[in-house]
């Protein structure tokens, strides 16, 4: 599949995907969806780890609202329709996928965009970007996921003020608040973001399965998280990137993983 929208490369094993319409600061329609679905299953065949960013001045601006003026004029107009269509799977496929996915941000990661930006396994913010769920100053509901991943990541209350009151929360408050993993100065953002990437994909294959059970965890009892630790250390021990670990351990050098 050949990209309008989005911009997508592999090397070293890191699948670089980024958003590219500098023009509505990466505004998202569904086309831009449709890809970045197209290269999240291609990075999940190919790619050891996933950095997800984008051109220009923005990470993402939200869903391009005038993209969608066509609908306005129809009463039973479903918004939500296009969430189903283009939208979900993107969060879904960053979700499922065994790779890490990194999460750069520039400059606002806005409406739809701030869902998507705390969708990633890690996330990365330049000094100067911000996190800001919109929605409220255009009257619809938060996308995105945002109600569920903003309330894990800072606690209902702060995930309410976020929502309701359509507050920006620059970056160095989203590190305090637990929505951010690191803060770099803008200049550094895009060095910083493939360095960590190339670090996660030179990491053993049990980083899947540790993606995997934080995210069921959300959702789980401790009871449930036991068992699937459990059932977890099983398949990352019959791993030849478990033995290269005990070896480089015993032989006191660094090790070489393989992602097998």
């Given at each position: 599949?050949?990209?309008?929208?989005?911009?997508?490369?592999?090397?070293?094993?890191?699948?670089?995907?980024?958003?590219?319409?500098?023009?509505?600061?990466?505004?998202?329609?569904?086309?831009?969806?449709?890809?970045?679905?197209?290269?999240?299953?291609?990075?999940?065949?190919?790619?050891?780890?996933?950095?997800?960013?984008?051109?220009?001045?923005?990470?993402?601006?939200?869903?391009?609202?005038?993209?969608?003026?066509?609908?306005?004029?129809?009463?039973?107009?479903?918004?939500?329709?296009?969430?189903?269509?283009?939208?979900?799977?993107?969060?879904?496929?960053?979700?499922?996928?065994?790779?890490?996915?990194?999460?750069?941000?520039?400059?606002?990661?806005?409406?739809?965009?701030?869902?998507?930006?705390?969708?990633?396994?890690?996330?990365?913010?330049?000094?100067?970007?911000?996190?800001?769920?919109?929605?409220?100053?255009?009257?619809?509901?938060?996308?995105?996921?945002?109600?569920?991943?903003?309330?894990?990541?800072?606690?209902?209350?702060?995930?309410?003020?976020?929502?309701?009151?359509?507050?920006?929360?620059?970056?160095?408050?989203?590190?305090?608040?637990?929505?951010?993993?690191?803060?770099?100065?803008?200049?550094?953002?895009?060095?910083?973001?493939?360095?960590?990437?190339?670090?996660?994909?030179?990491?053993?294959?049990s980083l899947g399965l540790i993606k995997r059970m934080a995210w069921d965890a959300l959702d789980s009892t401790l009871e449930t998280a036991l068992q699937a630790e459990r059932r977890g250390q099983q398949m990352a021990g019959r791993t030849e990137d478990f033995l290269e670990g005990v070896n480089s351990f015993?032989?006191?050098?660094?090790?070489?993983?393989?992602?097998?």
């Amino acid at each position: 599949m050949s990209y309008e929208h989005i911009l997508y490369s592999l090397e070293e094993g890191v699948a670089r995907i980024s958003l590219n319409d500098p023009k509505t600061m990466n505004g998202v329609t569904e086309a831009m969806g449709h890809e970045m679905v197209d290269a999240l299953d291609i990075a999940a065949r190919d790619a050891r780890a996933v950095l997800l960013t984008g051109e220009g001045k923005a990470f993402c601006s939200g869903a391009d609202l005038a993209a969608a003026q066509d609908m306005l004029s129809d009463p039973m107009r479903d918004v939500g329709g296009m969430l189903d269509r283009a939208f979900n799977p993107v969060i879904m496929a960053i979700k499922a996928m065994e790779q890490p996915v990194i999460t750069a941000i520039r400059g606002p990661a806005a409406g739809y965009g701030a869902g998507l930006a705390a969708a990633g396994d890690v996330v990365l913010m330049a000094e100067g970007s911000y996190f800001f769920c919109a929605f409220c100053h255009v009257g619809l509901v938060p996308d995105g996921g945002a109600t569920y991943l903003l309330s894990q990541a800072v606690g209902r209350v702060r995930a309410m003020q976020m929502m309701l009151l359509g507050e920006k929360v620059d970056a160095r408050t989203a590190l305090d608040w637990g929505l951010a993993t690191k803060v770099v100065a803008d200049e550094d953002l895009d060095g910083e973001a493939m360095a960590l990437a190339r670090r996660l994909a030179s990491g053993p294959r049990s980083l899947g399965l540790i993606k995997r059970m934080a995210w069921d965890a959300l959702d789980s009892t401790l009871e449930t998280a036991l068992q699937a630790e459990r059932r977890g250390q099983q398949m990352a021990g019959r791993t030849e990137d478990f033995l290269e670990g005990v070896n480089s351990f015993i032989e006191k050098r660094k090790p070489v993983f393989k992602g097998r």
